[in-house]
Structures are given as C-alpha cells and as structure tokens.
C-alpha cells in the first residue's frame, strides 16, 4: 500500500503525534490499520479476522505480516465522536480499510478500556460509498422491525455526518465466523428472511427483473459487444423460462457467504447488508453463498437438487425450476460486477466478473447440468 487512504479521518503523522499503529496491507490496496499495543492489536485482528478470514482481506494474512510498517495517526477526534454516540467513557479503535474503489469505506472497531467489542463504524467519504451506507442503513431499519431477526443482524446505533463523511454505527454481534459449508443454520436463517418478506408475483412483474432490464439498458452503451449480447440472451431465456410464472419473491442479503456472517447465541448472525434488495427470486442466496467461495477458489460451481433440500420448505417447487433460478442469479451478479469495472477500470481485477460470464455461457450453451 503506497499511501494510507482516507487520511481526512485518520490522519497519519509523521513526528510522532497521536496513537501508534502498525499498517498491515493487503492485496488490491486493502488492508488493516491495528494499534500497536500488542493487547489492542490482537483483539483488532481476531475481531477482522472472524469477518474477513475467507473474504477480500483475509485470504492474503502472511503478506499482511510481512508488509506490517509502524505509523502514527491522530485518530482522537474519531474516537471521541464515537465514544459520544455510544456513551462510552474511553474507547481505542482498531480499523479495517476496504478494497479500492467507488465502493471502498473504512471500518473502525470500537474496543473498550475493559476489552469489549461493543461496535462497529462503517465511514464512507466518496458519493457512491455513501450512497452504499445510505442502503445499508435503510435495510437495518427495515429489519429491525422483524421480530424473528432480532439479535441475527446487526442494530444500528447511530449515524451521523462528520467531517465530510457519513457514518454508520451498528452492534457487533458476538460468536465465531459462520461455517464455510452451507448447512441447516443457514437454510433456518434464509427461511425466517423470506418469510419475513415474501410476495407472491410474475417474475417479469418483479423488482429484480426490472433492476436487471434497467441495468441492460443502462450499461449497454459502455459495455464490450460480447457482454451486451450475452446479458439481452439471457434476459430472453429468463423471459420465456420464468416470466409466466408466478414466483415467492423476497428480500436477498446479496453479499451471503462465510465471512459476513457468525455464529452467535441465537443461531447465525450475518451482517453487510448494503447490497439487500427487496424482490428477489428464491434460492439467491443459497447459489450466492457457495458460488462465491467457488468464484474466489477459481474453481466451477453449479447448484444440484440435493444441496438445497433445507430450503424446500419455503416453495415446493423449486426443483422445477432451479436451473432459470440459477441464471438469474447468475445474470444479476455478473451485471454487478461488470457495472463495478465499468465504474473503476484501474481498481482490482475482473476475475470475478470473468467467472459469472463463463457460467452464464456455460447455461446459454446448453452445458449446465443440474444433478
């Protein structure tokens, strides 16, 4: 990492003044900013680590060793505006710097004198990030007006403007990384979600095929012929596959997988809901969560009928229709991350976008098989 972003909030010095911290960089200008008292510092990497282990930010721990240099930042004005806002007399904070981009927000761990976790704050600077915490703000809202998710997803606590940037404050939840196989805690959590928000309507009267059309139309103009070619021939599948039928839609998390999520003392705790979108066809999240690990793994993922028997309870006849499920969700991740690339060409890599496009081809050329 050449330079330490957001140096708005945290401040880095050179002479010495403010906290000591050591920078640990990661891979695609990611990376984490731990205190340098080893007490703090551990606390700061087990709590990341359980969120991002498998994620972005974990999958390249040694390198963040190697590269860990010792800095100094003036995080005070941080700390006391959050110690404020949760009424809190002394707090230090460990931070989580988010991979490069539009998108990218800083998350700081707040650890108490006595060694407590008690929050969490997502800061956003740029207009899309904050857009983004905007969303993920609303979404907690909602679901915090849904009885069966209580202590399963992070409370909000408070949010605020400061210093140009908007920041979300949210509860820390409790309890190890989630287990990386998908599994009945997670069909269980994925059950209470639908049922908190199912609406049963024609696919192509739905909010998720209108966000992928308006997407096609949207990104059609800048996105290479190949691309454009293979989102409006899926779109047509999905048309004639799905679109008479009448489907149980739903919110989806969207960002479902091992690392944004825990096993707390209600069952599993999942977190990182700026992507949640209401009108979602079933199953999202279950391909989400295993093609995702498959995506990052370079390795093929296709959904079989045994895999997903937990979730049978909420639609009987999802066994009929798994194969357009799956290109649908195929289709809607591959639109965002084509749209991601589009926004910051120089940032990351396009290895996920690369994959989403050989699986759609893989359904389009009639190659996909379903055990």
């Given at each position: 990492?050449d330079s330490l972003p957001f140096t708005?909030?945290?401040?880095?010095?050179?002479?010495?003044?403010?906290?000591?911290?050591?920078?640990?960089?990661?891979?695609?200008?990611?990376?984490?900013?731990?205190?340098?008292?080893?007490?703090?510092?551990?606390?700061?990497?087990?709590?990341?680590?359980?969120?991002?282990?498998?994620?972005?930010?974990?999958?390249?721990?040694?390198?963040?060793?190697?590269g860990g240099r010792r800095l100094w930042?003036?995080?005070?004005?941080?700390?006391?505006?959050?110690?404020?806002?949760?009424?809190?007399?002394?707090?230090?904070?460990?931070?989580?710097?988010?991979?490069?981009?539009?998108?990218?927000?800083?998350?700081?761990?707040?650890?108490?004198?006595?060694?407590?976790?008690?929050?969490?704050?997502?800061?956003?600077?740029?207009?899309?990030?904050?857009?983004?915490?905007?969303?993920?703000?609303?979404?907690?809202?909602?679901?915090?007006?849904?009885?069966?998710?209580?202590?399963?997803?992070?409370?909000?606590?408070?949010?605020?403007?400061?210093?140009?940037?908007?920041?979300?404050?949210?509860?820390?939840?409790?309890?190890?990384?989630?287990?990386?196989?998908?599994?009945?805690?997670?069909?269980?959590?994925?059950?209470?979600?639908?049922?908190?928000?199912?609406?049963?309507?024609?696919?192509?009267?739905?909010?998720?095929?209108?966000?992928?059309?308006?997407?096609?139309?949207?990104?059609?103009?800048?996105?290479?012929?190949?691309?454009?070619?293979?989102?409006?021939?899926?779109?047509?599948?999905?048309?004639?596959?799905?679109?008479?039928?009448?489907?149980?839609?739903?919110?989806?998390?969207?960002?479902?997988?091992?690392?944004?999520?825990?096993?707390?003392?209600?069952?599993?705790?999942?977190?990182?809901?700026?992507?949640?979108?209401?009108?979602?066809?079933?199953?999202?999240?279950?391909?989400?969560?295993?093609?995702?690990?498959?995506?990052?793994?370079?390795?093929?993922?296709?959904?079989?009928?045994?895999?997903?028997?937990?979730?049978?309870?909420?639609?009987?006849?999802?066994?009929?229709?798994?194969?357009?499920?799956?290109?649908?969700?195929?289709?809607?991740?591959?639109?965002?991350?084509?749209?991601?690339?589009?926004?910051?060409?120089?940032?990351?890599?396009?290895?996920?976008?690369?994959?989403?496009?050989?699986?759609?081809?893989?359904?389009?050329?009639?190659?996909?098989?379903?055990?």
């Open positions: 990492m708005s909030i945290l401040r880095p010095n050179l002479d010495g003044a403010g906290r000591p911290y050591v920078l640990h960089p990661s891979r695609h200008g990611s990376g984490w900013l731990l205190p340098a008292d080893p007490a703090l510092r551990r606390l700061g990497l087990s709590a990341f680590g359980q969120r991002g282990v498998k994620g972005s930010l974990g999958r390249s721990l040694p390198a963040a060793w190697l930042c003036d995080v005070g004005p941080l700390e006391g505006v959050l110690a404020r806002a949760l009424g809190e007399p002394d707090i230090r904070l460990a931070f989580c710097i988010g991979t490069s981009g539009a998108y990218r927000k800083l998350t700081a761990e707040v650890i108490t004198s006595g060694g407590r976790v008690p929050a969490y704050a997502k800061i956003a600077v740029q207009p899309r990030a904050q857009a983004s915490l905007g969303r993920e703000h609303e979404n907690l809202l909602r679901l915090s007006t849904v009885d069966a998710l209580l202590g399963r997803v992070p409370g909000v606590l408070a949010w605020f403007g400061w210093r140009g940037a908007q920041v979300l404050v949210i509860t820390a939840g409790s309890g190890r990384m989630g287990p990386s196989r998908f599994g009945e805690p997670h069909a269980e959590f994925l059950r209470r979600l639908h049922d908190a928000s199912v609406e049963k309507r024609p696919f192509l009267a739905g909010a998720m095929w209108a966000r992928m059309a308006a997407a096609v139309r949207r990104l059609t103009p800048r996105m290479s012929v190949e691309w454009a070619l293979r989102c409006r021939n899926a779109l047509n599948l999905l048309a004639e596959r799905l679109g008479p039928g009448v489907l149980p839609l739903s919110v989806a998390h969207r960002d479902f997988t091992p690392w944004n999520t825990r096993m707390g003392p209600r069952g599993l705790y999942v977190f990182d809901w700026e992507a949640a979108v209401e009108g979602t066809t079933p199953l999202y999240d279950a391909f989400h969560f295993q093609a995702m690990q498959a995506a990052l793994a370079g390795r093929p993922y296709h959904p079989s009928l045994g895999r997903h028997h937990g979730l049978a309870a909420f639609w009987p006849e999802w066994r009929a229709r798994l194969a357009p499920l799956y290109l649908a969700y195929l289709l809607d991740m591959g639109l965002f991350y084509t749209e991601a690339r589009l926004e910051t060409p120089e940032s990351g890599d396009d290895r996920e976008q690369r994959w989403f496009a050989h699986h759609i081809d893989i359904y389009m050329e009639g190659r996909y098989e379903m055990a």
